[in-house]
């Protein structure tokens, strides 16, 4: 089954239908919220809002290990995660929706990990390429089949949060490789990877990085809500069209 992880700007899928309210517990703890089960496009789909349903849970806190392991309990296979980001790369103005393909982790500090803990052998996972290749490819042809424009690739840099970067922390992440900023992709990726769930991400640009383009000085909180609201109503016409695939 389809689950949809949503970030700011979506903590609730209003498309669902015949939604079901579960509050899962687990080993880790609780989710962020309770988990919504419904359906999207006619298809069940489970929903979970990253950032609690107030979106008073800020990006370091987040319980990740729980949301993944709360997820897959109640039968998730394969995530979508949606996540507002700032744009590094030129070509990533605000309004963007990117599918990305890699990341770097700048977070310190998230348990990031299931492979650990009494009993626990040492175990690895490959992570070459953090993201599922085939739920990127289902992403990018649903955006195709409802006429949405998505950029298929780029690397996503974590940053810890919950404040945004200086101009000089963005020129680094550049230099690095990064073409977006977020919080939230790790550890998120590696810990669905680790629960064996296909994962991938819509990252939605709301602003340039710091230093960059119209952030050259300041990064205007407000415009950035603005843009959040007017892209979202295209992420969901994508994740109906993902869900109908
Ligand atoms: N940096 C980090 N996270 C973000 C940004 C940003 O500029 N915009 C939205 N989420």
């Known amino acids: 089954m389809l689950a949809i992880l949503g970030g700011s700007g979506l903590a609730r899928l209003g498309t669902l239908a015949e939604t079901r309210s579960i509050s899962a517990r687990t080993d880790y703890g609780e989710p962020s919220a ?58 990533f103005g ?12 700048y977070t310190w500090g998230r348990p ?12 690895h996972i490959d992570f070459t390429e953090p993201y599922s290749a085939d739920l990127r490819a289902a992403i990018l042809a649903a955006a195709r089949a409802c006429g949405e424009t998505v950029a298929d690739g780029g690397c996503y840099g974590t940053t810890q949060g919950p404040r945004l970067e200086t101009a000089a922390e963005i020129l680094r992440m550049e230099r690095d490789g990064a073409d977006l900023v977020g919080m939230t992709a790790m ?11 296909e994962y991938a991400a819509i990252a939605v640009v709301v602003n340039h990085a710091a230093g960059k383009g119209d952030s050259a000085v300041a990064i205007s909180l ?14 969901l016409r994508i994740l109906e069209a993902l869900a109908r695939s």
């Open 34 to 91: 309770p988990l919504a089960l419904g359906k999207l496009a006619g298809r069940e789909v489970l929903f979970l809002a990253r950032h609690g349903e107030a979106h008073n849970i800020p990006p370091h806190q987040v319980n990740y290990r729980a949301n993944i392991r709360a997820l897959k309990d109640a039968g998730a296979t394969r995530i979508a995660s949606v996540a507002t980001v700032g744009g590094i790369r030129r070509e």
């Open 94 to 105: 605000p309004g963007t929706l990117v599918v990305p393909r890699q990341i770097i982790d």
């Open 112 to 123: 990031a990990t299931f492979f650990e803990g009494p009993g626990a052998k040492v175990s």
């Open 187 to 197: 550890p998120e990726a590696a810990l669905a990877r680790e629960a064996g769930l």
């Open 222 to 235: 407000a415009a950035m809500q603005a843009v959040q609201r007017q892209a979202m109503a295209r992420v």
